[in-house]
């Protein structure tokens, strides 16, 4: 008799979506346990999609940088003498040592190992005792640029050499929302962690609303009315829902000095997943987000950061209000982040099974079919 061979997480997940929105279940557990499927999604979606490192007013002088992981590539994000945001790897051309760490500031790229200079734009500056090297050429070293570009304000960096611009790819954000341009909006604050649960997970969190009321009880739960609701279909690059705010968070709400916004676009709230891992919570007065990285099945790397419209941070009591705002959102992380851990200690379980989801999910199942569309069967 032939034993029948296990279902690959890539496999489980194709036939996930493979059924109508009203008959879907959450993924499966194998999508968010599996270190194979893991390894897809470096090679297919953190490898070949853009991801966003921050807002660019975060690196605001020349030597001002950053540095993360691509799929396990390591790379420098700074701004150059010329003022320009570029990206590339922080790796050293001659013995492959890293070179920066964290976020800072520097003149010049240098060599912890052999103290190999590199300029802003990663040409080779200076390396000692080479001149008896009759095969190097200091001109012919460079760090080998990573694509990087600012869109609407995100700094985005990808590997994929042959990607769409942002500007392309994310041309139906912008049409969504055209009376929110979020190149206009500031950072006044950005902090990094580690959860433990799966970025899918976390992702997933962000993209409904669905868990407000019990999740958020404690802080923005009480405001929430799922009868309300409303899930729209979303589009190849995102998915999105909104919500109606009323005054209890001012800065939430159109400035009063802002006379182009009308009607419910004074006070709309919307909730932007920009694939794979770019989450943005948008209104009228400031913005948060979230920039997701995996950090192995069971971890997550987090971004968070916030800030204000130009009308809001012009206002006399803009301080204030932002430090309520922040203090109400750093609750909300710690009730996030207790939900989400629970739900991979979940997917662990021998009996954990996927559920059907509510019509307040779709943006979860559209998640999905994003994930099933970038990596095979």
């Known amino acids: 008799m032939t034993k029948h061979q296990p279902i690959s997480p890539m496999a489980e997940l194709h036939a996930n979506v493979s059924v109508p929105f009203n008959q879907a279940r959450a993924m499966p557990k194998s999508v968010y346990t599996s270190e194979a499927f893991l390894a897809q999604e470096q090679q297919h979606i953190f490898a070949r999609d853009w991801l966003c490192v921050g807002r660019a007013e975060s690196l605001p002088e020349p030597g001002d940088y950053l540095t993360l992981e691509i799929a396990g590539e390591p790379v420098i994000v700074l701004r150059d003498r010329d003022g320009v945001v570029r990206a590339m790897s922080n790796v050293c051309r001659h013995r492959m040592s890293t070179l920066l760490e964290g976020r800072g500031h520097v003149r010049s790229i240098v060599c912890p190992y ?81 959860w433990a649960t799966n970025w899918k997970v976390l992702a997933e969190n962000f993209m409904e609303s669905y868990h407000l009321p019990m999740c958020h009880a404690g802080t923005i739960g009480g405001s929430s009315n799922l009868d309300e609701m409303v899930c729209p279909e979303g589009d190849a690059a995102f998915n999105y829902h909104w919500i109606l705010k009323n005054d209890s968070i001012p800065l939430a709400l159109a400035h009063p000095s802002n006379t182009v916004l009308q009607g419910d676009e004074r006070r709309k709230t919307w909730l932007l997943a920009i694939y794979p891992s770019l989450l943005i919570t948008l209104t009228p007065g400031y913005f948060w987000y979230l920039s997701l990285t995996p950090d192995g099945p069971g971890r997550v790397n987090v971004l968070f950061g916030g800030g204000m419209s130009a009308e809001w941070i012009a206002d006399p009591q803009a301080a204030d209000h932002l430090t309520a705002l922040k203090a109400l959102l750093d609750e909300v992380n710690v009730e996030d982040k207790g939900c989400t851990e629970k739900v991979y200690r979940g997917l662990l379980s021998g009996m954990a099974e996927p559920g059907h989801l509510s019509h307040l999910e779709r943006p979860n199942f559209e998640f999905a079919q994003y994930l099933a569309s970038r990596i095979p069967a």
């Open 114 to 194: 052999h103290a190999w200079t590199y300029n802003l734009d990663g040409t080779l500056r200076g390396a000692a005792a080479m001149t008896l090297n009759e095969g190097f050429c200091k001109s012919d070293v460079a760090l080998p640029a990573v694509r990087c570009e600012v869109w609407q304000g995100w700094i985005m960096v990808t590997l994929n050499q042959t990607a769409p611009s942002p500007d392309v790819a994310f041309r139906s954000v912008r049409d969504l929302i055209p009376y929110l341009d979020m190149s206009t909006y500031t950072e006044t604050f950005r902090e990094t962690f580690n």
